[in-house]
C-alpha cells in the first residue's frame, strides 16, 4: 500500500457524546481512486464516523489525519433555512467559485440541469438529493464523503446514481467514504467494506466481509440470500444494551 | 458642506444604511434580531462609560457590545438555560446597569431620548467621519468572511467539512454586529438599532429570488428609509430614529404586495 495515496486516515477513531459512545476504535484508510463503504444497522455510528473523518467533530478519542483540503460532502440529513432565498445554481457555489459550465456539466451528470434557475425550496427529495451529489462533485474533490447519497431518489435513478458514483472514483482518481444500505451496491461497487455497529464489526474487501459471520448476523437472511456466505465462529455478541460479549 | 445639520444626518444616515443592508441579511438569515437587540441594550452601558471617562461614543459602545458578546458565549457554554432567556438577561441586565450608572452621574446632563431613539441635532463632523470610516472597513471585512459565513448560514457541516472555518466567520461577525452598533448608536437610537438591520431586510426577503437581490434591495430599502425618515422627521419635528423606522415599515407593507401575488401564481 503506497502511504502517498491516503485521503484521510481513521486511527482507533471515536466519539463520545452525552457520555454515550456513538461510535469508538474505528481505523481505516481512504485512498485515492478507491471506494470504502460504511454499513451497519440504524444508530450504528455510520453518519458519526463520516463526520469524525470530515473533521466536523473536534473533540475525539484517537487521531484522525487528512491530507487533502479539496473535500466534497453529501450529508444525510441537511435543513435549509427558507428565510434565505437560494436558486441551484447560488447553492452551487456555496463553499468554491465554480465555472458556469462547470455547473452545467455536474448537473447534467446527475440529471437535474433543468431545476438550475429553481428555487432549492421547490425541489422534491429525490431532485434535492440529486443536485446535493452534483454540488459535491462539481468542484471536483480529492476526497468525496457520500452519506446516503441517493436516498428518495427513485429506482432506475438509484442504479445510475450508484454507477456515476463509481465513475467519478475512477475519472476524477478521488477517494470515497460512502454510506448506504443498499447491499447489492456495496457489494458490487466497493473496494472496502466497513461493517459498523458501535464499532468495528469486520472489515475487509466486499468478498471477505460477505463471509463474515457478523456481517450474517447484522443483515440478516435477506443478505445472506444476495451473497453465497458460509458460516464461521462467533467471537462476540450483542446485548440488547448494546454491550459486547466475548464468547 | 456639513454647516447643515440636516445635511450632516443625510450623510451619517446614507452611510448606516449602506452598511445595515447586507448586515441585515444576515442578521435576518441566522435568527439573530434579538442578539442584536441585547447588543443594542448593552450599547446604554457603552455610552455611559464614554461619559464617565471621557471616552469616544463608539469606540467606547463597541468595547462593551464586543464584552457581552463574550459573555453571551461564555454563558452559553457554561449554564444549560435556553439561548433566548441568556439574551434576554443580559439585554435587560445591562440596560439596567447603564441606567443607574445615568443616576449617579449628576454631574452629566443626559438627553436619554436622544440615546433611546436617536437625535439627528446631536451628528456631528466626527459623528459622519466615524460612520463612513467604520462602515468602509465593517464592509470590506464583511466581503472578505463572506463565503464562510454565508455557506456556514446555510449549512453549517457542509461549511465545516469543506475546509470554510465558519466559527471564525461566526466569531468576526458577531465583532461586525457590536461595530455596526456603535456607529449608528447616535442617529438611530438604541432601542431601534435591530429595526434598521432588519426591516429593510425583511422588506428584502420578499422581493428576492436570490441572496444577491436580496442584500441589494435590503441596501435599496434603508437608503429610503433613511432618506423618507429624515425629511419627515424635520418636516413633523418627530424623532429621527422612529421616522426611519416608519418610514422602513411602510416599505416592508408595500412589499408584501409582492408576496400576495407570488403566492397566488403559485396556487
Same mark, same amino acid.
Given at each position: ?247 | 458642506?456639513? !454647516?447643515? @445639520?440636516? *445635511?450632516? #444626518?443625510?450623510?451619517?444616515? =446614507?452611510? /448606516?444604511? &449602506? ?6 441579511? $444576515? ?99 466626527? !459623528?459622519? @467621519?466615524? *460612520?463612513? #470610516?467604520?462602515?468602509?472597513? =465593517?464592509? /470590506?471585512? &464583511? ?6 459565513? $454565508? ?117
Amino acid at each position: 500500500m503506497n502511504s502517498n495515496n491516503i485521503l484521510v486516515k481513521l486511527n482507533n477513531a471515536g466519539f463520545r457524546q452525552n457520555g454515550k459512545w456513538l461510535v469508538e476504535g474505528v481505523s481505516l484508510n481512504v485512498e485515492k481512486g478507491k471506494i470504502v463503504t460504511l454499513i451497519g444497522p440504524n444508530g450504528s455510528g455510520k453518519s458519526t464516523t463520516a463526520k469524525i473523518a470530515l473533521g466536523i467533530y473536534k473533540n475525539i478519542e484517537g487521531s484522525v489525519e487528512k491530507y487533502t483540503n479539496k473535500v466534497g460532502y453529501v450529508p444525510q440529513k441537511i435543513s435549509i433555512d427558507w428565510t434565505l432565498p437560494l436558486r441551484v445554481h447560488d447553492f452551487m457555489t456555496l463553499t468554491e467559485n465554480i465555472k458556469d459550465n462547470e455547473i452545467n456539466e455536474a448537473l447534467t451528470l446527475t440529471g437535474v440541469l433543468n431545476l438550475k434557475n429553481k428555487n432549492l425550496g421547490n425541489l422534491s427529495g429525490g431532485e434535492f438529493q440529486r443536485v446535493l451529489l452534483a454540488r459535491a462533485i462539481s468542484k471536483k474533490p480529492e476526497l468525496l464523503v457520500l452519506d446516503e447519497p441517493v436516498q428518495g431518489v427513485d429506482y432506475t435513478g438509484e442504479i445510475a446514481l450508484y454507477e456515476l458514483i463509481k465513475k467519478i472514483s475512477d475519472t476524477l482518481n478521488c477517494g470515497i467514504l460512502l454510506i448506504s444500505h443498499d447491499l447489492h451496491t456495496v457489494m458490487t461497487a466497493t473496494d472496502y467494506v466497513v461493517c459498523l455497529n458501535g464499532h468495528v464489526c469486520c472489515s475487509g474487501s466486499p468478498h471477505d466481509v460477505a463471509k463474515n459471520n457478523e456481517y450474517k448476523t447484522l443483515f440478516g437472511e435477506q443478505a445472506s440470500q444476495i451473497l453465497s456466505v458460509y458460516e464461521h465462529k462467533h467471537d462476540h455478541v450483542h446485548s440488547d444494551e448494546g454491550n459486547i460479549k466475548k464468547n | 458642506m456639513f !454647516d447643515d @445639520f440636516f *445635511i450632516r #444626518a443625510l450623510v451619517a444616515g =446614507i452611510g /448606516i444604511a &449602506l452598511v445595515t443592508g447586507p448586515l441585515g441579511c $444576515f442578521v435576518v438569515w441566522r435568527r439573530l434580531s434579538y442578539f442584536g437587540d441585547t447588543l443594542a441594550h448593552s450599547a446604554l452601558l457603552g455610552v455611559t462609560m464614554a461619559y464617565s471617562f471621557d471616552l469616544n461614543i463608539a469606540l467606547s459602545v463597541f468595547i462593551i457590545s464586543s464584552a457581552i458578546a463574550l459573555i453571551l458565549i461564555q454563558l452559553q457554554k457554561k449554564t444549560n438555560l435556553p439561548g433566548d432567556a441568556l439574551l434576554g438577561l443580559l439585554a435587560h441586565s445591562s440596560l439596567a446597569v447603564g441606567l443607574v450608572v445615568i443616576g449617579f452621574l449628576t454631574f452629566i446632563r443626559f438627553d436619554i431620548m436622544g440615546l433611546l431613539f436617536g437625535d439627528i441635532l446631536a451628528v456631528n463632523t466626527n !459623528d459622519i @467621519f466615524t *460612520i463612513w #470610516a467604520g462602515g468602509t472597513i =465593517i464592509l /470590506i471585512v &464583511l466581503k472578505l468572511i463572506w463565503k464562510p459565513l $454565508f455557506a456556514s448560514t446555510v449549512n453549517y457541516e457542509l461549511a465545516e467539512a469543506e475546509g470554510l472555518n465558519p466559527d471564525r466567520a461566526k466569531a468576526i461577525f458577531t465583532i461586525l454586529m457590536a461595530a455596526v452598533i456603535a456607529i449608528s448608536i447616535k442617529m438611530v437610537g438604541l432601542l431601534l438599532i435591530t429595526g434598521m438591520l432588519i426591516i429593510p431586510a425583511a422588506m428584502a426577503r420578499n422581493i428576492s429570488d436570490s441572496p444577491q437581490k436580496m442584500v441589494f434591495y435590503s441596501i435599496i430599502g434603508g437608503l429610503l428609509s433613511v432618506i423618507i425618515g429624515l425629511y419627515s422627521s424635520l418636516e413633523f419635528n418627530t424623532s429621527s430614529g422612529p421616522s426611519i423606522i416608519v418610514a422602513a415599515l411602510a416599505l416592508f407593507i408595500l412589499s408584501l404586495l409582492n408576496i400576495k401575488q407570488s403566492i397566488k401564481l403559485k396556487n
